[in-house]
């Protein structure tokens, strides 16, 4: 054994304590020991260090084996006892077992000693290994691992404890919800690495700031929960000030390189009329959004009537109904006829809806929250998904013609999920559709908004077979000069003009001219918004190649 073993031996004959350390240290054992008679002299030295083994004598003039070991379990339990007797019947040596003794040894049988301790040591690591685990695991269940801050589920009893002495003693407090605004680009330019360091840096730079009856917590991601014990209105504000002026002015320093890092903070009031702990944290969370909206690097105050929290609130409404949805699989694919206008050819366009019970709700009023939430290519998977089995289902059944495609609509927020285009290859390994069977498309805005990306990104597909339009097409103010930029199959002109333009000769011009570029690069060519038979006719005579619209068919659920 490499370490020094400190040895306590109780034994009233210093010839036979001697005896003992000689045989430990014959068998490898190299000790430091301390030899004590009486009750107090042990008591003094299990408080003032701590010892690897006791070795304590059954029968001592005024001290017993039994005194020992309560002593040794009352101050140091984990440290293993070993009774060494000249004499001790079974029955004493088995009550020294029960009362906490790890063995018992005979002074006529010595050599059992050196392994009895080696067994015990060994022992006590294991014993010291698992109780340190089991403290990890405890300290987890209260701290975030990375930044050793109180974690969400403890934050969560906290605020139920404040909001508990707000209802029952009129107690005022406060919940701060702080957001780092420049945390993604330290992540994103630096690593991870550096991203886990600032968030170390900063939880100890605002914990400095607080008062003792105060609680942080890192809630996840960039977030910090900070609760403010007995604070009113304008106290919080005063202290969400210092915390925001002290970020602002931290530097982080990453190899050698300075960040400078800002936070958004909302502020909520915890009273006798707060409702309940999701109620206030979602309000802190609003206010905290809604600095971010005002340009970040503020702090916002929560107001009920606040029009702006207000809509704010109805999305997060909607988001958790979105994820629900997702969850319930609640969501419903309806199908739009494309009517050839110049040659008999129908296509179909998927579209989602939301089944809340009975009732269908539109996309209206749930697609700008999934935007706002980040919850698009979620709902963009699902879509996907479900319509190839449609497809493979209409194929099965012979259902469809050999020219007919299937439009497929994606949002702009998918075309920057890295993992994305593998879903899309993972359905189509799944359902092995033929690929010329789907056109994807994305708005004319959102390509343009991200036109490296978005070419990237369509080029993959077509590459893989599919087929891709470039949707709302007109509405940007240089549509045609990134025409050439874009590698699409289909363009879809956009409604506003299809639809003005029996009255408007304006938009009639808008839809020749798309028509006509779309043609000249060898596009097919889509009007949306087709309302009447009229409109359909014009277009027919402009010579675009399909129509769609409630003048042609209204969408409906796809046939099961």
């Known amino acids: ?52 083994l006791v070795v304590t004598d059954h029968n001592m003039p005024a001290f017993s084996s039994s005194e020992a070991l309560q002593l040794v379990k009352a101050i140091q339990p984990d440290t293993p006892v070993i009774v060494v007797s000249g004499a001790i019947t079974d029955d004493v040596a088995v009550n020294s077992m029960k009362a906490g003794a790890q063995d018992y040894i005979m002074k006529d049988n010595l050599a059992r000693l050196v392994p009895a301790v080696e067994r015990e040591l060994r022992e006590a690591e294991h014993r010291s290994a698992r ?8 300290y987890l269940v209260y701290h975030d691992a990375l ?39 330290i992540n994103d330019t630096c690593g991870h690495v550096a991203g886990d360091e600032l968030l170390k840096q900063i939880g100890k730079l605002i914990k400095s700031r607080l008062r003792e009856p105060d609680r942080i917590s890192r809630l996840g991601g960039d977030e910090f929960g900070i609760l403010l014990w007995q604070c009113n209105q304008e106290q919080a504000l005063d202290i969400a000030r210092g915390l925001h ?11 050698e390189q300075p960040f400078v890092v800002s936070s958004s903070i909302g502020v909520v009031q915890i009273n006798s009329a707060s409702t309940d702990l999701e109620e206030v944290l979602a309000s802190a969370d609003m206010a905290c959004y809604a600095a971010k909206d005002k340009g970040r690097n503020y702090i916002q105050v929560f107001d009920a009537n606040d029009r702006e929290l207000t809509h704010r609130r109805d999305q997060m409404h909607w988001a958790s109904r979105i994820r629900r949805a997702l969850d319930e699989d609640s969501f419903v694919l309806y199908t739009q006829a494309i009517v050839g206008l110049t040659k008999p050819q129908r296509h ?22 999934a935007e706002r939430f980040n919850l698009m290519p979620l709902i963009d998977r699902w879509v996907i998904r479900h319509a190839f089995a449609h497809v493979k289902s209409c194929l099965e ?28 290859r993972a359905c189509l390994d799944e359902f092995a559709l033929p690929r010329h069977k789907i056109c994807f498309e994305i708005t004319e805005t959102t390509a343009i908004s991200n036109l490296e990306a978005a070419s990237v990104f369509i080029g993959e597909i077509r590459e893989l077979g599919f087929l891709f339009a470039l949707d709302d097409f007109g509405v940007g103010m240089s549509s045609f000069a990134y025409l050439k930029a874009i590698p699409v199959d289909v363009l879809k002109i956009d409604g506003g003009f299809v639809r003005n333009m029996l009255n408007d000769p304006m938009d009639q011009a808008i839809v020749e001219a798309c028509n006509k570029i779309a043609h000249s690069a ?5 009007a949306e918004f087709v309302e009447n038979k009229e409109i359909e006719a014009r277009l027919r005579a402009i010579g675009v190649d399909f129509g769609q619209g409630y003048g042609i068919e209204k969408p409906h659920p796809i046939e099961s």
């Open 245 to 255: 002026d002290a970020i602002k002015g931290y530097r982080f320093v990453w190899n």
């Open 1 to 52: 054994m490499d370490r020094l073993l400190k040895v306590l031996i109780a034994d009233d004959s210093e010839d036979d304590a001697l005896l003992l350390v000689r045989q430990l240290k014959k068998g490898g054992l190299t000790c430091k020991y301390e030899r004590v008679e009486t009750a107090e002299e042990m008591r003094g030295s299990l408080l003032r260090q701590h010892w690897d």
């Open 348 to 369: 179909q366009e998927f579209l989602v809806r939301l089944r809340d019970q009975d009732s269908i709700i539109a996309p209206g009023l749930f697609m700008p929250a």
């Open 131 to 138: 109780k340190e685990a089991e403290e990890q695991v405890a």
């Open 397 to 424: 059944r012979g259902k469809t013609q050999e020219g007919d495609l299937f439009f497929i609509n994606l949002s702009g927020s998918s075309l920057s999920d890295e993992s994305f285009f593998n879903h899309i």
């Open 147 to 185: 930044t050793d801050l109180m974690n969400r589920d403890q934050f969560k009893k906290q605020l139920d404890q404040f909001l508990e002495t707000a209802r029952v003693h009129g107690h005022e407090h406060a919940l701060l919800y702080l957001d780092l605004d420049q945390f993604k680009i």
């Open 522 to 526: 060898g596009l097919i060519t889509v």
